[in-house]
């Protein structure tokens, strides 16, 4: 009896210390779903929503924070608790708009980051501009001070100049559109930031756009600095001809769209030279289609007034075929079918 007793216990203690012989629970539950995946990253976008909310004196409805606070001390969610998130998440993103979950978190969670650099702003492709900002500050002081940027060189451009004279004149303008590049790009990012309206989708427009605002402060200010500063070219050594070409090349950077609308304005017009003014071509077609449509308006006329005295003539004779008549005049005019 004791053997028989002492076999069960060594049985059950073995069970124990092999929990696959037993039968598993499921790892599935169809009321409750484990916090994490797509809920823990809603539940993260509703708290910092939330915190963003309140710490900009927003209106947040207390019925809001406290069912938030509710659901977000749960361990698992129940189907209810997500739909309830939702509408808590639809309900924040109307209260700090303009601002997007997308920003709030991003900019939350860089500022909680060990970055050496966050110092320069609050995401990274601010800090990246400012690097570079700058890199083409401290390239425009150090190329400045060397003998051969002085205003002769500047104003005999690059055409005008040869080996490295020709390179460091170069690199002197690019830095200027450069620093300006760089200025618009800060100034646009810095209102996004602060908004909260940053999107990392569109880091590629910032630097194309320096790019393009380098290439145009370049070229407007080799190509048109002789037309807007003639005096540089006459041998005048005023300060305004002196500064010409790098403030021709800042302004280019800054605005590098004023650049592209001055190319196709030279575009349209040397294609008005061979097509002809555009806007006399339109004025003639719109003449000729009011002369067409004015003729076509007489003709009308004409036909109603004639269909007018014949029915004019069967009312003394005949008036039901006068009446016929107005009736098959007027299905005429209407485009009617006679049935």
Request: proline share 4%; net charge neutral; aromatic share 6%.
């Amino acid at each position: 009896m004791i053997d028989a007793t002492e076999n069960t216990l060594v049985t059950i203690n073995n069970k124990a210390k092999n929990p696959t012989d037993q039968q598993s629970p499921s790892p599935v539950n169809d009321k409750k779903i484990k916090n994490n995946g797509r809920c823990s990253q809603l539940t993260n976008e509703c708290e910092l929503m939330c915190e963003y909310a309140l710490t900009n004196g927003l209106e947040v409805p207390p019925q809001l924070i406290k069912n938030l606070y509710v659901i977000t001390n749960e361990t698992n969610y129940s189907r209810e608790d997500i739909g309830e998130l939702a509408i808590i998440h639809q309900q924040l993103n109307r209260i700090i708009a303009p601002a997007t979950p997308q920003s709030v978190v991003l900019i939350r969670t860089e500022k909680k980051s060990a970055n050496v650099l966050r110092f320069l702003g609050a995401v990274p492709i601010v800090r990246h501009i400012m690097v570079t900002s700058l890199f083409f500050l401290l390239a425009f002081i150090t190329i400045g001070q060397m003998k051969i940027i002085n205003e002769t060189n500047l104003n005999n451009g690059i055409l005008g100049s040869s080996s490295w004279t020709a390179v460091a004149i170069l690199s002197y303008l690019i830095c200027c559109a450069g620093l300006g590049a760089c200025f618009t790009s800060l100034h646009s990012l810095n209102n996004f930031v602060s908004k909260a309206t940053y999107d990392p989708r569109y880091d590629s427009t910032y630097w194309a756009s320096i790019l393009l605002g380098v290439i145009a402060g370049v070229f407007i200010s080799e190509l048109l600095f002789n037309m807007l500063f003639p005096e540089a070219v006459a041998g005048d050594t005023t300060a305004t001809a002196d500064m010409g070409k790098p403030a021709l090349a800042l302004l280019g950077g800054f605005s590098a769209n004023m650049v592209y609308k001055i190319l196709q304005r030279l575009v349209e017009s040397a294609e008005s030279l061979v097509k002809g003014d555009q806007s006399a071509i339109n004025q003639a077609n719109q003449t000729a289609q009011v002369s067409e449509l004015k003729s076509l308006k007489k003709e009308m006329s004409m036909d109603v007034a004639s269909q007018l005295i014949k029915v004019e003539k069967l009312l003394e004779s005949d008036p039901n075929a006068a009446g016929q008549e107005v009736r098959s005049a007027i299905e005429s005019l209407l485009g009617a079918k006679k049935y």
